[in-house]
């Protein structure tokens, strides 16, 4: 769902999708009671810049902190659709008996082809056509239709095959709890930083009481040293990078202590 266009975008390229619509129209409502813990989330934030020398900008923090609880409540539902669909072990079972069956069919189709059987099989190729003259120019066609079917047969068996092996070898669920996995930490780590001007500590400080809070305010109820330990098994993940500036690649610097 990650980078799908907004519904009633205005463009013509993109009709307007029931499903999508529903979906973002429940996003919406969750982000309106979102609203609901702004003050709360952005006093947290003020304290934390107040004991920096970075000023703190009310509506640049409101709009980055919104921003992510979006991309939080998008993910989620891409993970319930995700969870809508047919099980991956049950998705390699079918593709593999689609593909046995394509072979069957590929294999039948070409025994065919060299039998006396084909005679019979091109006369009702014909009628089903309205040809009335069993001409030479129509057995000819009538061999390219099947010369083409059995490869497109095998292109499709070949197909099915693959698909069944990437479905087999996709990677398991993110790191982290299904209410906060670590990528959702690391996001708003860099959010916490650019908006306080402080690295966002694994302890029981402002970063980890600003997470909880934040999920708090997305309708999502989390104990706060659940967040805690979500943001070390994030920290750790990290490494080194844990905790980088945002601006880092383009000359910034990394702030010299964490909260």
Known sequence: MSGTKPPNSGDE????DARLQAIYAAIEARLA????CRDDLLAMLQKVCERTPKPFDEKYAWRHVRFYAWRYLE???ASAEKRMMVPAADRVDRLRQLGNALREARSKLDETRHDVT???LFEEWCKARGISDFTDRHVDIFEDALADL???LAYMETAASRA???VRQKPGRPGGTGV???DIVIMLEAAYQNITGRRGGAGPGPFAQFVTKFLEGLGRTITQQSVIEAIKAAKKRQGEQWGQSPFADIGGETPPSSL
């Open 164 to 166: 069944a092996e990437q």
């Open 150 to 152: 059995i490869a497109g």
């Open 118 to 120: 084909c005679v019979v």
């Open 180 to 182: 906060l996995q670590h």
């Open 13 to 16: 390229d993109y009709p307007p």
């Open 33 to 36: 009671e979102f609203d609901r």
């Open 75 to 77: 993910e989620e539902e």
